[in-house]
């Protein structure tokens, strides 16, 4: 038996949800439902859209997260009424369909000998960055991707992996803890340290 087709709400959510932390840095959460999404390095409609507009309000309200981002303002509509609703509000210097790509389970296991590599780093290694800038035949598009796409995606492998220690932060020796109170004293030094040491 065949899976319910996904809901327009659904695979806007999943979008998101996928690619924050990533390619979208976050959510915005307006008048009236209204979503404001936006990516801090990557200036396109579809990683910085507005959704849910249908009054004067909710317009005003996404075009101010848009431009206030200094990007284009930009429209999801979930079908022909919301598309009449907004074009009510303003005539749209482009329309095209947004497209989702959606996993289904595979009708039967994987042929012998295929293998999937998973990485664990935060980061996409090389491998998949090669692959990544080379999506599209067209040089304008890959320049794009080489340009915007992989430094989003390095910085977000960074940010994922953390604030590196400084190697002046130690732990206290094993079994010994610090006096009372040394952790939060900007001038606690360490048991027997003497003066500037």
């Not at 959460?29 to 990516?39: K, L, N």
Request: net charge positive; glycine share 10%.
């Amino acid at each position: 038996m065949r899976e319910p087709e996904p809901t327009f709400e659904t695979l806007r959510d999943a979008h998101v949800a996928a690619l924050t932390g990533s390619l979208i840095d976050g959510l915005e959460h307006g008048p009236g439902g209204a979503g404001y999404v936006w990516s801090r390095s990557i200036p396109d409609p579809t990683l910085n859209f507005a959704f849910g507009v249908h009054r004067p309000d909710q317009f005003a309200w996404a075009g101010a997260a848009a431009l206030g981002r200094a990007r284009a303002p930009a429209f999801l509509a979930r079908d022909d009424g919301e598309i009449a609703l907004l074009r009510a509000l303003f005539e749209p210097a482009i329309l095209y369909p947004a497209s989702w790509m959606v996993a289904r389970p595979l009708p039967a296991p994987a042929p012998a000998g295929s293998a999937v590599t998973v990485q664990a780093r935060p980061a996409p290694g090389p491998d998949f960055e090669r692959v990544f800038a080379h999506l599209s035949d067209a040089p304008g598009v890959r320049a794009h991707l080489r340009r915007y796409y992989i430094p989003a995606l390095r910085a977000s492998g960074r940010a994922r992996a953390g604030p590196r220690r400084s190697p002046r932060c130690r732990s206290p020796p094993r079994g010994r803890a610090p006096p009372p109170g040394a952790r939060n004293r900007p001038d606690a030094r360490r048991p027997g340290a003497g003066p500037g040491r």
